[in-house]
């Protein structure tokens, strides 16, 4: 199916309903992004009660890979279900996702369920994205898109500075159980606001809702509680005369073979049975069916699977030592693989998973290249910074390291609502070039830094201009995606730009270590061996640290010289893509769209 040409937006505010739908699809997002970040403190927490020693540091990696993989793997397709069922059902979906990958995480019992809590999670925070960016569009014109978008950009980034503060907060009165118990209740009690009357959907046509499925509700209920007890033990009860039978498995030594494990499983047969012939279920099945046969699940799959090996691929390598995972020689493969299979699909299906002609104006592609670009160059601050700090001023505190980073993290909201404002008087594209401009020019900078450079304060300039300029560039190139793709496609289109920025963060942190380690290796390599130095003598043995910490400085000089001409090439290309005529404003309407509007 062809992607519908987008229609004229009314030029009114929003009704108020559909602002507060706006703010709390906002929050969400700011959660779900914190939770990126939350587990920076909690780590160590997490890695123990999975039975890991703070060595294993390695094999701990599937607790932060697992919720990115989550997080970008199932983008698309979530963005699709956006398009055919609506915002808000999709919005609400993730929410729940969230909650209950939180309540898994919160219970887990080891690496595994660790892993699959925070995939869940992933899962549920991801899919927010799309139908959020999409809900902007629907709800907005245009040429007024601007600042609400930046206000969504905003609330995204700010979770990166709240992330690993809210968990220092937790941590400070609980244990990292907390973080995630909290979690799921804020995720509930959002998902409860969106279902107050008067949030109707901008998209799809508002449905009589009727009593609600209190049986439904309650066997969901008494499921999760069922299996909450079955993750945990809790002490008091195994240890019971009579409540420590239901903790004992029927046969083997498995903990989801025990008695409450089995009556978990029935109710959740029970719930599922309800659903299915409930008048007004918890869960509204109809229309699913014809939503399956315009989604191309299959496709979906391939494009799954590619980016999930992409990110393994990435995601699971020492950034400071390697570029790539040990496993690269089989998930390399395997993505080029499912990319065929996607290829294939896209060419044969007969409603592929994104429409065809969805990306037909050359400013639309252009702001998935833009965002890749903007990825690549914006992942060497978020690790070299501290890296360069825990180098050279703050060898003692990680956390003084990290706290550098927060002068950077700090200018990315504020920039990105400043973005949208000026987007109001200025091109998209000259604001884009000029934002990353500015960054490329930090960037520039930083590859001048000696070892006593962060000691200075005058060094914030740099971490804020930077920081401005990667904030600057959120909401003009989300704008012009949403101006120059259909309304019918905005949930996918929004999707594919989260994921064109994650990826360009994955190959831009593997291109820019590499080079990184070069020039690290061609600086070392006229170090005489620590021994010939240290040999009882500790002025010899500080002049061979320090050698060492200069090796590491031409490395990280290498990265930000890198990472400067990501971001050059990402102005440039904005300036040569993204300055395109808008769409014709007398275009035919998609139908989905025009049923979006109480007027049209």
């Given at each position: 199916?062809?992607?519908?040409?987008?229609?004229?937006q009314?030029?009114?505010?929003?009704?108020?309903s559909?602002?507060?739908l706006?703010?709390?699809?906002a929050v969400?997002?700011a959660?779900?992004?914190?939770?990126?970040y939350?587990?920076?403190?909690?780590?160590p927490?997490m890695?123990?009660?999975?039975?890991?020693g703070v060595?294993?540091?390695?094999r701990a990696?599937?607790?932060?890979?697992?919720?990115?993989?989550g997080y970008v793997?199932?983008?698309?397709?979530i963005?699709?279900?956006?398009?055919l069922?609506?915002?808000?059902?999709v919005?609400?979906?993730?929410l729940?996702?969230?909650?209950?990958?939180s309540?898994?995480?919160?219970?887990?019992y080891?690496?595994?369920s660790?892993?699959?809590g925070?995939?869940?999670?992933?899962?549920?925070g991801?899919?927010?994205?799309?139908?959020?960016l999409?809900l902007?569009?629907?709800?907005?014109?245009p040429?007024?898109r601007g600042?609400?978008?930046?206000?969504?950009?905003a609330?995204?980034?700010?979770g990166?500075?709240?992330?690993?503060?809210?968990?220092?907060?937790?941590l400070?009165?609980?244990?990292?159980?907390?973080?995630?118990?909290?979690?799921?209740?804020?995720?509930?009690v959002?998902a409860?606001?969106?279902?107050?009357?008067?949030?109707?959907d901008?998209?799809a046509p508002t449905?009589?809702?009727?009593?609600?499925?209190?049986p439904?509700a309650?066997?969901?209920?008494?499921?999760?509680?069922a299996l909450?007890?079955?993750m945990?033990?809790p002490a008091?009860?195994?240890?019971g005369?009579?409540?420590?039978?239901a903790?004992?498995?029927?046969?083997?030594?498995?903990?989801?073979?025990?008695?409450?494990?089995?009556?978990m499983?029935?109710l959740?047969?029970?719930?599922?049975?309800?659903?299915r012939?409930?008048?007004?279920?918890?869960?509204?099945w109809?229309?699913?069916?014809e939503i399956a046969?315009e989604?191309?699940?299959l496709g979906?799959?391939f494009l799954?699977?590619?980016l999930?090996?992409?990110?393994v691929?990435f995601?699971?390598a020492?950034?400071?030592?390697?570029?790539?995972s040990?496993?690269a020689a089989?998930?390399l493969?395997?993505?080029a693989a499912?990319l065929?299979?996607?290829w294939?699909?896209?060419r044969?299906?007969r409603?592929?998973?994104?429409?065809?002609?969805?990306?037909?104006s050359?400013a639309?592609?252009g702001?998935?290249?833009?965002?890749f670009?903007v990825?690549?160059?914006l992942?060497?601050?978020?690790v070299?910074?501290?890296?360069?700090?825990r180098?050279?001023?703050?060898?003692?505190?990680?956390?003084?390291?990290a706290?550098?980073l927060?002068r950077f993290?700090?200018?990315?909201?504020i920039g990105?609502?400043?973005?949208?404002y000026?987007?109001?008087?200025?091109?998209?594209?000259?604001?884009?070039?000029?934002?990353?401009?500015?960054?490329?020019?930090a960037?520039?900078?930083?590859?001048?830094?000696?070892?006593q450079s962060?000691?200075?304060e005058?060094?914030?300039i740099?971490?804020?201009?930077?920081?401005?300029?990667f904030g600057?560039?959120?909401?003009?190139?989300?704008a012009?995606?949403?101006?120059?793709?259909a309304?019918?496609?905005?949930?996918?289109a929004?999707?594919?730009?989260i994921?064109?920025?994650?990826v360009?963060m994955?190959l831009?942190?593997?291109?820019?270590t590499?080079?990184?380690?070069?020039?690290?290796?061609?600086?070392?390599?006229?170090?005489?061996?620590?021994?010939?130095?240290c040999?009882?003598?500790?002025a010899l043995?500080?002049?061979?640290r320090?050698?060492?910490r200069?090796a590491?400085?031409?490395q990280?000089?290498?990265v930000?010289?890198?990472?400067?001409?990501?971001?050059?090439?990402?102005?440039v290309?904005?300036?040569?893509?993204?300055?395109?005529?808008?769409?014709?404003?007398s275009?035919?309407?998609?139908?989905?769209a025009v049923?979006?509007q109480?007027?049209a």
């Open positions: 199916m062809d992607a519908q040409p987008i229609q004229p009314p030029t009114s505010s929003p009704p108020r559909s602002q507060i706006l703010g709390l699809a969400a997002i959660f779900a992004a914190a939770d990126t939350v587990v920076v403190l909690a780590l927490d890695m123990t009660a999975a039975g890991l060595d294993e540091l390695q990696a599937p607790i932060v890979s697992g919720f990115l993989l793997g199932v983008l698309p397709l963005g699709r279900i956006s398009d069922r609506g915002r808000v059902p919005l609400l979906g993730s729940v996702v969230f909650a209950v990958g309540l898994v995480t919160a219970a887990a080891d690496l595994d660790v892993v699959i925070r995939l869940i999670q992933g899962i549920g991801g899919g927010l994205i799309p139908p959020t999409a902007v569009a629907d709800l907005w014109p040429q007024r600042l609400p978008l930046g206000i969504v950009g609330v995204q980034e700010l990166s500075v709240l992330g690993p503060l809210y968990g220092a907060v937790v400070s009165f609980g244990s990292w159980r907390d973080i995630f118990w909290i979690n799921c209740a804020v995720g509930l959002l409860a606001a969106m279902l107050a009357p008067g949030r109707a901008p998209v449905t009589p809702r009727g009593r609600f499925d209190w439904g309650a066997l969901a209920i008494a499921a999760l509680v909450t007890l079955v945990l033990e008091r009860l195994t240890s005369v009579t409540s420590g039978l903790f004992l498995p029927v046969t083997g030594e498995s903990r989801w073979l025990t008695p409450l494990a089995l009556t499983f029935g959740l047969v029970l719930f599922a049975l309800r659903q012939l409930a008048r007004r279920p918890l869960l509204q109809r229309g699913w069916g046969r989604t191309d699940l979906a799959a799954t699977t590619a999930g090996a992409v990110i691929t995601a699971s020492e950034p400071e030592t390697a570029a790539i040990p496993d089989w998930l493969p395997l993505a499912a065929l299979g996607f294939w699909r896209q044969s299906a409603e592929p998973l994104i429409p065809r002609g969805a990306f037909r050359r639309a592609w702001a998935l290249v833009v965002s670009f990825g690549a160059s992942i060497a601050a978020l070299d910074i501290p890296f360069f700090a180098l050279t001023v703050y060898r003692d505190s990680q956390l003084d390291a706290l550098v927060v993290l700090i200018a990315l909201p990105a609502v400043l973005g949208g000026l987007l109001r008087r200025v091109s998209a594209a000259w604001l884009t070039a000029g934002a990353m401009t500015m960054s490329a020019v960037f520039a900078h930083m590859a001048t830094w000696d070892a962060l000691a200075s005058v060094e914030t740099s971490l804020v201009l930077a920081g401005l300029g600057l560039a959120i909401a003009p190139v989300n012009v995606l949403l101006e120059h793709t309304d019918a496609v905005h949930g996918v929004s999707a594919l730009l994921v064109a920025r994650m360009g994955l831009g942190i593997s291109a820019l590499t080079i990184g380690l070069r020039a690290f290796y061609a600086a070392s390599a006229d170090i005489p061996p620590a021994a010939q130095l040999d009882g003598q500790a043995c500080q002049a061979y320090d050698a060492v200069d590491g400085i031409t990280l000089h290498a930000f010289i890198g990472a400067a001409l990501c971001a050059a090439i990402a102005a290309l904005a300036l040569l893509l993204l300055r395109t005529p808008s769409p014709s404003p275009r035919s309407p998609s139908p989905r049923d979006s109480p007027n």
